[in-house]
């Protein structure tokens, strides 16, 4: 008879959790879902191409360095940000790259579109993949013939 | 589980806490050497070996809120106070390492990135377990009675659980500045192997420090009450 109760009693708690936790995480949900975009750190050259109203407005390009686009001219670094999607931007920026802003490798830009076609930013940040490997290896890979990168 | 009491789990992990300083103090000298041998990323540099304490700190950020919230759960549906015990002995190392995972991670942002904080969804959902953390010890340390705290302290363990596949997707669900995950990934890992088994000791290093630490703290609470309850018994 007193298992009985206590069953009860540990499925009542049970219950009692379960529905705290499902009213926490659906408002988690909802609110990170109504809350998509703004979420999103960088949006990529053809998400930015499709925008409206961008008239001098504050907002953040990701992508790849175009290859052979990245040059320094007048004090000013000038490159293209390019996406999956063939899209690409010119970028012009007149502080000191980060040091690991290369040809075809990831980077984030913060500023304002000037006109059709250029970016100037104001912030330049160094996007790294989640690939990590000693140089010997892509040595390896390129005497094997499957290194597939730059 | 109800069985366990916490004093023979207490008395238990006393006995085998030689062990498991002796493996801890093998593997972080195996660590060390490993990591001062590895050769540098092709394009990080040197740079890239903040990792080996950076990434396990976040592992052991996320299982320890793991940890936490199930004990939490089996503590209000059982009313178990060796599993209240285990959450409140496991809650401050869990703040430390998620302190050091947005330390480090500070550190290697400035290097690679070129700065040291953003507010992207890796970042701020990290900053937001490790404020879960802060506040589920100052609720563990604000009531009068142990068992209210536990109680108060459970409720916060359970819902900040929704945060923990928040903080692993986040790089997949969103566009952040950090980069997507390297070991547990759809595809398998992206790193070489050298470098991957360099990470698993490290890991296994810092998690059996965090052992050896838990079962010190654990030991302290069990103490702490019982001369508190013969300081009542003796009045």
């Known amino acids: 008879m007193r298992i009985i109760k206590l069953n009860n009693q540990i499925k009542k708690r049970f219950i009692f959790l379960i529905i705290i936790f499902v009213c926490f995480s659906s408002s988690i949900v909802l609110i990170s879902y109504s809350l998509k975009d703004q979420i999103a750190y960088f949006v990529s050259p053809s998400e930015l191409l499709q925008m409206k109203d961008l008239d001098s407005r504050y907002l953040r390009v990701g992508g790849l360095v175009k290859e052979g686009s990245l040059k320094f001219e007048n004090n000013i670094w000038e490159f293209e940000i390019i996406d999956e999607e063939n899209q690409s931007i010119k970028v012009e920026f007149s502080k000191t790259l980060p040091n690991l802003v290369e040809e075809n490798k990831g980077i984030i830009v913060e500023g304002r579109v000037l006109k059709e076609n250029l970016f100037i930013a104001e912030i330049v940040l160094a996007k790294h993949d989640e690939n990590y490997m000693p140089q010997s290896a892509i040595d390896k890979m390129q005497e094997d013939g499957i290194w597939r990168g730059n | ?235």
């Not at chain 2, 990434?55 to 936490?68: G, N, Q, R």
């Not at chain 2, 563990?140 to 900040?160: M, N, V």
């Not at chain 2, 398998?188 to 192997?193: E, L, Y």
């Open chain 2, 1 to 235: 589980m109800f069985a366990i009491t916490p004093n023979t789990l207490s008395a238990f992990l006393n006995s085998i806490s030689k062990y498991i300083v002796l493996l801890m103090i093998l593997l972080l000298g195996f660590s060390a050497i490993l990591i001062t041998l590895l050769e540098n990323d092709y394009y990080q540099g040197v740079s890239f070996k903040i990792m080996f304490i950076h990434v396990p700190a976040a592992w052991l950020s996320l299982l320890i809120f793991s940890t936490m919230g199930i004990s939490s759960i089996i503590g209000l549906v059982f009313k178990s106070p060796t599993a209240f015990t285990i959450s409140r002995a496991i809650s401050p190392i869990g703040l430390i390492m998620s302190i050091i995972v947005l330390v480090t991670g500070s550190i290697w942002g400035n290097l690679t990135w070129g700065t040291y904080w953003v507010w992207d969804a890796r970042l701020t959902s990290m900053l937001i377990l490790c404020f879960i953390y802060l506040g589920h010890i100052l609720l563990l340390y604000s009531f009068d009675h142990f068992q209210k705290a536990d109680f108060a302290a459970s409720i916060l363990a359970i819902i900040g659980l929704i945060n923990l596949p928040i903080v692993k997707f986040s790089v997949d669900w969103w566009t952040t500045l950090h980069q997507g995950s390297t070991v547990f990934r759809v595809g398998g890992p992206s790193i070489t192997s050298d470098y991957l088994i360099t990470l698993l000791v490290s890991f296994f290093a810092l998690l059996l420090l965090c052992i050896y630490w838990f079962s010190n703290i654990f030991y302290i609470i069990i103490e702490n009450r019982r001369i508190e309850r013969s300081k009542l018994l003796n009045q």
